[in-house]
């Protein structure tokens, strides 16, 4: 057995509890911080990652998920972010599965389980960190630092930056990333218990770490750093052989299967990565470093987006930023001087510890190998936390050992700890909606136009769009260049009927980016309201030649095609549009209603009994196919279908005013005038049926002096 570590237990005031029950402890401390999460919304990139991902879908094949990133793009195409996350995808389909659709709160439920797991599972691993490695003689590990693996796992559950990966669904790629990652490392512990043999390594057990680190790469990408838990003991050469020949094994078979290709981000994901000046990205690398490392120490200001403009760049030696990095790296600097020179072997050991756990699982943000897709992003230092605990918890030993009265700090601890519990549970909360979400963010990153930019969208979906401009309007002048907030501001402006401000936006955003498809589009529908047709027509279709597969503009090219009476035109592109979404209810109606209205009849009854098989449910459907039954006197299929429409609607004034038509063609006079009356109760004002009411009444009258004669 090894030489016994010096106790850090020794010199602290805090409490002792067995294993079980310190672990009892940190899960439900870990599970308070969260719980208000558990009937939170899909909320920001959820719906990217989960409700408009086909990969969670049963129709989709499982294999699928093997040749996709974390969206649902194939890993081929030049959109995709190369985020090859397989496992965490199969995961959310499960949990689609098991709910019978996207409901969230199974979703945020494994979420907050994970993270329980995880906090119960840091005991251990702090144990081992701070404590040493140890077995008896009967193979079972020692633990002792019970007091400070306890403190140190406490303060990893209740740390508020991992609110994100928690609460936002999302990021249970860090969770299930984070889990692997230290069954791998408890794994690889377990290579140095003495078997039956007297054999002090198992070759068997470093595989399973590195099979459980290729699960958790398959996880997240951070996963592959678990490769540094090679540093805990002495003798590594033949460790880091397998684990190095393990890790390049796994990391050779995901580049085959995503690529060579980097993924391509924007300048205002990244603005650091895109400055030409080597000295310029150098200094706000380390900058967002000093963030990372202040998010770490106070976690009060956070914020689910910090790209586009919410840090301005660093160009110069005279901005008093400067400060910042300047304390990180003179911080890092005196750590790693006494990790490498301390005369206190436990110390170098500690701290050695602490900093690899604190970078390495970080280097895969850190811009130094690839570019990333944000600037600070609060779910990558979810892993980097651990090494942050490790150093805190160290630190207040060393404190401890030196104070008097070592209650004073143990209260200033608990003091953090019960802050974090209700940092935490304010965040979570924030969390639970998009509309809390995007405004918690306003006083915290103001210059952040994709802030205003989502809080207008969530104001432009509830219907406030005079609110939503404004946002819009916000994030446009911070960043003039935001052909998104463009592209949405034009769209209010458009059914506002603010038609010549609306194209001037979506003229400019489709200059600033040729290939904006939706722009386009828009353009399109503005250019037609105005009457400018050929305009339209060539706005759609450079729509379409920059996505090829979008249903919506097929639509509007057929509304287009058949203002200018060109019918055939017309149907074939609204064939497009159902060819490519066969669920696009308008364009199936508006086939239908054409046919109608030239006179094909027998067109139109095709036409509409095709679009119910697809879609059985959708009343306009069935209201639309009615009107052609009536014409084509089929009565009774037609009087089914409008009842059938009137019971899935029944508030619409139109499905009761054509079913009395119905009824008063058919001669079902008494039913005719039922239902006139409760299309005029429900729109005094509907077209035609006031007239069809009256001559309906004259006949009545008619026939009742007739039969009183």
Not at 5 to 15: A, K, T
């Amino acid at each position: 057995m090894a030489q016994a570590e010096p106790n850090l237990d020794h010199d602290i005031s805090w409490v002792l509890l067995p294993s079980h029950w310190a672990k009892i402890v940190v899960a439900l401390i870990s599970f308070l911080c969260f719980a208000n999460s558990y009937d939170g919304d899909f909320v920001f990139d959820d719906s990217e990652a989960i409700i408009n991902n086909k990969d969670l879908r049963a129709e989709t094949p499982l294999g699928d998920l093997w040749h996709h990133d974390f969206w649902g793009s194939k890993l081929s195409s030049n959109t995709s972010h190369k985020s090859y996350r397989p496992l965490t995808v199969l995961t959310f389909r499960i949990n689609y599965l098991f709910a019978g659709g996207f409901y969230p709160v199974g979703f945020h439920v494994i979420n907050i389980i994970l993270h329980c797991i995880i906090s119960v599972l840091m005991v251990d691993v702090f144990s081992i960190l701070l404590g040493g490695l140890q077995f008896t003689n009967k193979g079972r590990r020692l633990n002792l630092a019970p007091k400070t693996s306890l403190l140190a796992a406490l303060l990893f559950a209740v740390h508020p930056v991992h609110t994100e990966c928690v609460a936002g669904i999302v990021g249970r790629a860090d969770l299930l990333c984070a889990l692997f990652f230290l069954l791998s490392f408890l794994g690889y512990c377990k290579a140095f218990r003495e078997n039956k043999e007297g054999h002090h390594f198992s070759v068997f057990w470093v595989l399973v770490s590195v099979l459980l680190g290729a699960v958790a790469m398959l996880c997240k990408e951070q996963g592959i750093t678990i490769l540094n838990a090679g540093l805990l003991r002495k003798g590594l050469l033949f460790r880091i052989t397998l684990l190095m020949s393990g890790g390049a094994s796994i990391l050779y078979i995901r580049w085959r299967i995503m690529g060579t290709g980097p993924p391509a981000f924007t300048e205002v994901d990244n603005p650091a990565s895109f400055a030409d000046s080597l000295f310029v990205r150098a200094i706000n690398y380390n900058y967002y470093y000093s963030l990372n490392a202040w998010l770490l120490l106070c976690p009060w200001w956070l914020c689910f987006d910090w790209s586009m403009g919410c840090i301005p760049l660093i160009k110069s030696v005279s901005d008093w930023r400067i400060i910042a990095l300047a304390a990180l790296w003179f911080c890092l600097i005196g750590l790693i001087c006494q990790a490498l020179c301390s005369e206190d072997s436990h110390k170098r050991r500690i701290l050695t510890l602490g900093l690899g756990f604190l970078i390495i699982p970080f280097l895969p943000a850190s811009n130094l190998f690839f570019r990333v897709g944000f600037v600070v992003a609060e779910r990558v230092i979810y892993l980097p936390s651990i090494g942050y605990c490790i150093l805190f918890t160290y630190g207040f030993t060393l404190l401890s050992k030196q104070a008097k009265k070592k209650k004073i700090l143990a209260v200033a601890v608990l003091g953090i700890l019960l802050i974090n519990i209700m940092r935490c549970a304010l965040r979570s909360s924030q969390w639970r909606s998009e509309e809390q979400l995007f405004r918690s963010a306003l006083s915290v990153c103001p210059l952040n136009a994709k802030v205003h930019y989502n809080v207008g969208k969530n104001l432009a979906d509830k219907g406030n769009q005079s609110a939503a401009i404004k946002y819009y309007r916000e994030a446009v002048r911070l960043n003039p260049k935001y052909v998104h907030a463009m592209n949405n501001l034009g769209n209010i402006l458009k059914e506002r009927n603010e038609l010549q401000e609306a194209e001037e936006l979506l003229s400019l955003a489709v200059q600033i980016q040729p290939d904006f498809a939706a722009a386009w589009m828009n353009l399109g529908i503005v250019q037609n309201s105005l009457r400018r047709f050929e305009e339209a027509e060539q706005s759609y279709w450079t729509a379409i030649k920059h996505r090829r597969k979008y249903p919506d503009c097929y639509y509007n090219l057929g509304r287009l095609y058949a203002d200018l009476n060109r019918h055939i035109d017309a149907l074939n592109a609204w064939r497009n549009a159902t060819v490519l979404k066969p669920e696009h209810s308008l364009a199936w109606n508006n086939m239908i209603i054409l046919l109608d209205n030239t006179g094909n009849l027998a067109q139109a009854e095709a036409v509409g009994r095709e679009a119910l098989e697809l879609i059985p449910n959708d009343h306009s459907l069935m209201f639309s196919l009615a009107n052609v039954l009536g014409k084509s006197q089929k009565y009774k299929e037609s009087e089914a279908l409008f009842l059938k429409a009137i019971k899935a609607n029944p508030n619409a004034a139109s499905y009761h005013g054509n079913l009395a038509v119905l009824y008063h063609r058919w001669g079902n006079l008494d039913l005719a005038k039922k239902h006139y009356e409760v299309s005029l109760k429900l729109d005094p004002m509907a077209p035609g049926t006031k007239e069809n009411y009256n001559l309906l009444r004259r006949k009545l009258e008619q026939l009742q002096k007739k039969g009183g004669a």
